[in-house]
């Protein structure tokens, strides 16, 4: 049977599966039945520590986790109370569940995501300003993160293969309010024709078999097969080939999987320092309360800078991550030259120009220093981040920060605007806003019309200091401008 992808969204994994086999119901506490194979290969890896990693897969406690976006999230009571328990290691994330209803998540102030994946950003630690590259992206959680540390400059291309994948990333890339991303759906080696050695650090964080994450989902562990880490393992490589090519010499690259399986940790981390000109960054030194990567699983090179994350020794999942320093000689790196590169849209015509100054008389433009960066696809203008390539040659699902659409006589802002605002920007400068009670936060993002009593044309609906959207404000009603394919009842 031909293999498929397998996704989980909430836990922001990915991995590839094979022919679905039986599998006994399980609920947490409960026994869970490992497959034969699986159970002989790691009492044999891990000897005495046996005992405790397959008590920990079979009825261990599985925890949930949340991260806050920091250029979002604010300091309202009801909000704070969600930030008891800090995920360790991380700036931003926390342990407990989020509500994908909950109007924090629908703002953008907070993201699902499995404790343990979320290092994974963290030990990227990129630079604002630099180029950088999420090479299998989806669904976001990875990607949301690198946007933080990025602080609104430089550039991120978040790019997924699969097209349904690359959508859910370019619609969590928006609710975070990411204003400097390209949202890109192609093969690797489709990337690296066009970004060859371009980016300042490449995240790879590959498909892979997903025994990290057999306790918290069936489907993983019910397509698992002795030879399934080695198949991945060939995909793996081709991967990371592709992605060394985009590398800037000196750039950095992370590898990371969520899987136990040292064909595609260990063994790949040894056969990139064989094949390449890399250097291992001692990731011990970034993080504490991890496992090193086993130096004997890997072909006679010091892995013990790299990490694992075992669930019988730290409160997630298991994963495995690398990080490598790129140092090719000169001589060595073959660049060719340049395609000229072609922007994006146009520039707003002088009608375009006349109905943008009317909206910006009402509504004052916050991003006044990227002014020079929007563009018009269509008759939808963007907020274009800069760019040295001809961004016409890819397939984008997103091409920065679209803010909004001319229509006869008038523009109308996107909910992508929206939600790259900040509550501090809204005090900043002094843009319109109506302060919503729970109640009708309910109505509007069921997409009922609100009363106000005034008439200030567009305005940001704002529940305990969280952008919920735009509306139209008219005769002391606001018209809803919330997108219809979002929806829904909260009653």
Known sequence: ??????????????????????????ERGCLMELPGGFTQ?????LGTEAADFFAALTTGEIYKGFRINPAKAGDTPEFQKLLTQPVPNTETGYYGTVKGRDPF???????????????????????????????????????TRLLDQLEGQGLLVANEIYPKRAKALSENIERWGGRNALVTNHAPRELAKIFEADFDHILVDAPCSGEGMFRKEPAALAQWTPTLPVEC????????????????????????????????????????????????????????????GRTAWGTGADLSGTVRIWPHLFKGEGHFIAQFVYQPAIEAVHKKKKKKAVALGKPLNAEQQKLFAKFVEGF?????????????????????????????????????????????????PDFAFALAISEAQVAKFGLPYYALSFAEWQQYVAGEM??????????????KGAVAGFGKEVQ??????????????NR
Request: charged share 25%.
């Open 1 to 26: 049977m031909e293999r498929r992808l397998f996704e989980d969204r909430a836990c922001d994994i990915t991995y590839v599966t094979g022919p679905l086999l039986s599998l006994k119901k399980f």
């Open 105 to 143: 998540y629908t703002s953008g102030w907070l993201y699902s995501q499995e404790p343990s994946a979320m290092l994974v950003a963290e030990v990227c630690a990129v630079a604002p300003g630099e180029k950088v590259l999420d090479l299998c992206a989806a669904p976001g959680g990875k990607s």
């Open 233 to 292: 393992a060939f995909r793996q490589r081709e991967i990371l080939s592709e992605a060394l090519k985009m590398l800037k010499p000196g750039g950095r690259l992370t590898y990371s999987t969520c899987t136990f399986a040292p064909e595609e940790d260990e063994e790949i981390v040894a056969w990139l320092l064989e094949n390449y000109p890399l250097e291992l960054v001692d990731l011990q030194q970034k993080l504490t309360g991890v496992s090193s």
């Open 41 to 45: 290969k790691y009492e044999k890896l």
């Open 476 to 489: 002391g009603q606001i018209k809803n401008a919330y997108p219809k394919g979002l929806r829904f009842q």
């Open 450 to 463: 609100l009363h106000s009593g005034a008439s200030r044309g567009w305005l940001l609906l704002i529940y």
């Open 364 to 412: 004052p433009w916050p991003f006044a220093q990227e002014a020079a960066q929007i563009r018009c696809l269509g008759q939808k203008a963007w907020l274009i981040p800069e760019s040295d390539r001809p961004l016409t040659h890819l397939h984008l699902l997103r091409e920065g920060l679209e803010l909004g659409e001319f229509k006869k006589n008038r523009f109308e």
